[in-house]
C-alpha cells in the first residue's frame, strides 16, 4: 500500500466539511461545558443538603461513565421517551454535560482559592450576596482558572471524533466513510491523525500562553 | 416480559472484556509511563527527545484516531493485530503518555536533599533511585495513577467500535435483539460506575498501604 497524494488531494475537501463540524461540535460544547459546570460548582456550594448532595453524586457519576455510551444514551434513549434530537444537537449536549462535570471541578478550585479575608471585605462592606459574587468573587476567580479551563476544553476538542459513532458527520466520520467508499484507510485516517496533531500543538503553545497570562495567583 | 436473564450472560461477558481490556491496558500504560517518564529526566538528549516526542504524539491525538490507525493502516504495513491486541495497544500507549507526565512531575517534586543524601550515603544513580527516589514519589503518583486508570476505563468503551464484544458492545447487540434501549444502556452506565468507584477505592487502599513506614518522611 502506497502513499498517493493524488488521492490525498480527491478527498482533502471532504475532509475540510468534516473539519468545520468538529470545529463547531467543540465550540458549542466548550460554551455548554463551561455553563454546565458553573451551575453544578454553585449547586454544590448550596447550603440546601438536598440539591448539593444530588447534584454531586450526579457529577460524580457522569465523570464516572464513558462518554461514548452517554452519547448512546442522549440519542438512542431520549427519542423514546419523545425527545428527537438532531445528531450534531445531542452530540453537543453529551460534549457539554460530560466535560460541564470537569469545569466545575475547576471552578470549585477557583473559588476556593479565593481567599477568606475577601469574602469578609465583602460582609464588611455590607455587599449582599449577588454583590458579593458578581463584584468581588467571580472577578478574582474567573482569571487563575483560564488554563485549567483551556485544557479542558483541547481534550474536548480530542474526545469529538466519538460523535461519529451517533452519525454526526465529523472528521472522523468523513474520513471513514471516504475510507470505505474507496477502499484505501491509510491516506484519510493519517490525514485525521495529522490534523489532530496540529490543531493540538497549536493549543498547546495558546495554552502555554494563557498560563503566563493568567496562571500566576497573585498573593 | 423480555428475558433478561439471557441478555444479563451477554452483559456479564461484556464486563469482562472490559476489565480485562483495562487490567492489560494499564499495564502497558504502567510499563510506558515509567519508561517515558524516565526517559525525559535522563541525562541523554537522544532519550529525552524520543521520550518527548512519544508523549508529544499520544496526548496530542485523540485515542479514537490511535485505534483506527492500530487497526485498520497497521495491517497495511505488515502488521496484522486481532481487535484485542490493537485496543490494549493505543489504550496503553494513550494513557501510558498522559501518566508518563504524572511519572516525571512526581520525580522532580522530590527534595534536593534527598538527592543529596543519596550521594552523601554514595548509593550508585540506580541504587539512590530504587531505594530513596522512587518508593516517595510512588506515593505522589498514585491519586493521579487512579484517575489515569479511570480515564482508561471509560475509553475502553471506544473498543466496541472496531467490534470487540465489550460492555458498549453488547448493550448494542441487546439493544438490536429487544428493541429496548434504555435498560442495556442504563445498566451498563451503572456498571462502569461500579467498576470506577472500585478503582478509586483500590487506589486509595493502595494508597494508605504504601503510606507505612514513611511518617516523618513527607509533610
Known amino acids: 500500500m502506497e502513499w498517493d497524494w493524488d488521492f490525498v488531494r480527491q478527498i482533502l475537501p471532504t475532509l475540510i466539511q468534516g473539519v468545520k463540524i468538529t470545529i463547531l461540535a467543540t465550540l458549542l460544547g466548550s460554551v455548554l461545558a463551561a455553563i454546565v459546570g458553573l451551575g453544578i460548582a454553585l449547586a454544590r456550594r448550596s447550603p440546601n443538603k438536598a440539591l448539593s448532595r444530588t447534584v454531586g453524586w450526579a457529577a460524580e457519576f457522569i465523570r464516572g461513565t464513558p462518554l461514548l455510551v452517554q452519547l448512546y444514551f442522549i440519542f438512542y434513549v431520549l427519542p423514546d421517551i419523545g425527545i428527537l434530537l438532531p445528531p450534531l444537537v445531542a452530540g453537543v449536549i453529551g460534549l457539554g454535560l460530560h466535560y460541564g462535570t470537569y469545569t466545575a471541578e475547576v471552578y470549585r478550585a477557583g473559588i476556593d482559592n479565593v481567599p477568606r479575608g475577601q469574602w469578609e471585605a465583602a460582609k464588611a462592606c455590607n455587599l449582599n450576596a449577588r454583590q458579593t459574587w458578581t463584584h468581588i468573587i467571580i472577578p478574582q476567580a474567573i482569571p487563575p482558572m483560564i488554563p485549567a479551563l483551556a485544557n479542558y476544553f483541547i481534550a474536548m476538542f480530542k474526545e469529538t471524533p466519538l460523535l461519529s459513532a451517533i452519525t454526526v458527520l465529523e472528521l472522523m466520520n468523513q474520513a471513514k466513510s471516504v475510507a470505505n467508499t474507496y477502499y484505501r484507510y491509510i491516506e484519510p485516517i493519517t490525514l485525521v491523525g495529522a490534523f489532530f496533531l496540529a490543531i493540538s500543538l497549536c493549543s498547546v503553545v495558546l495554552l502555554r500562553w494563557l498560563e503566563r497570562r493568567y496562571g500566576k495567583i497573585e498573593r | ?219
Open chain 2, 1 to 219: 416480559m423480555t428475558q433478561w436473564s439471557g441478555y444479563l450472560g451477554l452483559i456479564v461477558q461484556g464486563a469482562l472484556v472490559t476489565i480485562g481490556l483495562t487490567l492489560m491496558g494499564s499495564v502497558l500504560a504502567l510499563i510506558m509511563a515509567f519508561l517515558a517518564g524516565m526517559g525525559r529526566l535522563s541525562r541523554f538528549f537522544i532519550l529525552r527527545a524520543l521520550a518527548t516526542a512519544y508523549i508529544e504524539f499520544f496526548r496530542g491525538t485523540s485515542i479514537f484516531v490511535q485505534l483506527f490507525f492500530a487497526y485498520f493502516v497497521l495491517p497495511l504495513i505488515g502488521l496484522e493485530l486481532t481487535p484485542l491486541q490493537a485496543g490494549v495497544l493505543a489504550l496503553g500507549l494513550n494513557v501510558g503518555a498522559y501518566a508518563a507526565e504524572v511519572v516525571r512531575g512526581a520525580v522532580q517534586s522530590i527534595g534536593r536533599e534527598q538527592h543529596e543524601a543519596c550521594i552523601a550515603l554514595n548509593l550508585g544513580r540506580w541504587q539512590g533511585l530504587r531505594h530513596v527516589i522512587l518508593p516517595q514519589a510512588f506515593l505522589v503518583m498514585l491519586p493521579t495513577f487512579g484517575n489515569n486508570a479511570i480515564e482508561l476505563l471509560k475509553a475502553t468503551s471506544v473498543v466496541s467500535l472496531i467490534s470487540l464484544a465489550d460492555l458498549t458492545f453488547q448493550a448494542q447487540v441487546v439493544r438490536a435483539q429487544t428493541g429496548n434501549t434504555m435498560v442495556p444502556f442504563a445498566t451498563i452506565l451503572v456498571i462502569y460506575f461500579i467498576l470506577a468507584l472500585l478503582i478509586s477505592w483500590g487506589v486509595r487502599s493502595l494508597e494508605r498501604r504504601m503510606a507505612r513506614g514513611l511518617d516523618g518522611v513527607r509533610v
